[in-house]
């Protein structure tokens, strides 16, 4: 997947810019709040999802402007495709001239993987935030697991119900024995799927920690269920916390409570890893997510990395400039200093919305 050139019109606050990228790395640099992050938004646009920063459709149109114009040249599969994107307060989409009726149409089209500082909270915050990226993740390379994860939510919500219920306390027991079993079954099907695709994220994460840290790190993950991997299966789990359930009036156990553990040298990456080895660690984990998605889909995404370098030392920032092999990269970055270390590639000076 490359792009051969991007065009903007009254896009956030791009009135208007032609863009043709090379086809390695890219860095976007300029000072603060001149339209790096705008331009980085634009490309991941095009993968057809929403906004990276949960922007609504009608911020991105440019103030005063009635609608913004998106369009995109690129090389996937070989051939040279063109897409459209027009945001008003809400966005269409069309590729090679013929209109789609959903963006979402562009998933699969034009694959990109972002990095953008929020994706700290999956090493920083809560499980949920993890969880997330897991089930975005493996949505994208098992078709399946939408219906699946949806199966597990339903069954899930039908048996906090049942132990909400005054009415159903006579022969909650009784509901619970059936439910159980296939609360249960739908929990394996979703934690198997997961871990599967832990299995083929962590060697290509560790890779990139390595290089990262020019080996003196290394990065490993663990999917946790919440009373430990080691106490049976989830039909056991449920049995064992019925009684905690019953009087919690909720489901304690189960994928909804799983986490996935990060370790930096063996130490949790949230309670112990530092500011640079939280970057690293989701840094990993991104660029992971690419090789993943190259191995399946025989296509390299394009990578786009907001602001990916402060925080990073001299040899992680070295490693990132020039061992992103034969995939695009972005990167937006506002010092200049950041990128006299890269071999090769283009610059793209941003000011007030405009590219030098
Ligand atoms: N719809 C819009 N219309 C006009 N301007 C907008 C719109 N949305 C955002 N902006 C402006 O775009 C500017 C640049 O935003 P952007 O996030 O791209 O900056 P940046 O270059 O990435 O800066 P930083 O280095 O601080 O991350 C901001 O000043 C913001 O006010
Ligand atoms: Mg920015």
Request: aromatic share 8%; proline share 3%; net charge neutral.
């Amino acid at each position: 997947m490359k792009v051969k050139a991007l065009r903007l019109r009254d896009f956030r606050n791009i009135a208007g810019l032609e863009i043709e990228p090379c086809e390695t790395v890219n860095i976007i640099y300029g000072e603060n709040a001149q339209g790096k992050t705008n331009l980085i938004e634009a490309l991941w646009l095009f993968s057809g999802m929403k906004s990276f920063r949960g922007a609504k459709d009608a911020e991105l149109v440019r103030f005063g402007a009635e609608r913004a114009g998106l369009s995109l040249r690129f090389e996937s599969g070989g051939r040279e495709q063109e897409a459209k994107l027009t945001v008003t307060n809400r966005r269409t989409a069309s590729l090679n001239g013929v209109g789609l009726s959903s963006p979402t149409g562009l998933i699969r089209q034009f694959r990109a993987v972002v990095f953008a500082p929020s994706f700290l909270s999956i090493v920083q915050s809560g499980p949920g935030e993890r969880r997330r990226f897991l089930d975005t993740a493996v949505c994208q390379t098992l078709p399946a697991y939408p219906k699946i994860l949806t199966e597990y939510q339903r069954l899930l919500k039908q048996r906090n119900a049942a132990l909400r219920d005054p009415k159903a306390e006579s022969r909650l027991e009784e509901l619970l024995d059936v439910l159980d079993i296939q609360l249960a079954a739908a929990a394996e099907t979703v934690a198997k799927a997961r871990i599967g695709y832990l299995e083929k994220l962590s060697p290509a994460a560790e890779a990139v920690y390595e290089g990262l840290s020019g080996g003196r790190e290394a990065i490993s993950f663990l999917y946790r269920t919440r009373f430990g991997n080691d106490n049976g299966t989830y039909l056991e789990q449920l049995a064992a916390h019925r009684r905690t359930d019953i009087l919690s009036r909720t489901t304690n156990v189960g994928p909804h409570r799983d986490d996935l553990e990060i370790c930096i040298s063996g130490a949790s990456a949230r309670l112990y890893g530092s500011q640079g080895q939280q970057r690293s660690a989701a840094l990993s984990m991104k660029l992971a997510e690419a090789a993943v998605l190259h191995n399946e889909t025989g296509e390299q995404p394009v990578i786009l990395l907001d602001d990916v370098m402060s925080e990073l030392d001299a040899r992680r920032q070295d490693y990132v400039l020039n061992h992103i092999e034969d995939r695009q990269v972005f990167i937006t970055c506002c010092d200049p200093e950041n990128f006299k270390r890269l071999t090769g590639g283009r610059t793209f000076f941003v000011k007030e919305g405009s590219v030098f």
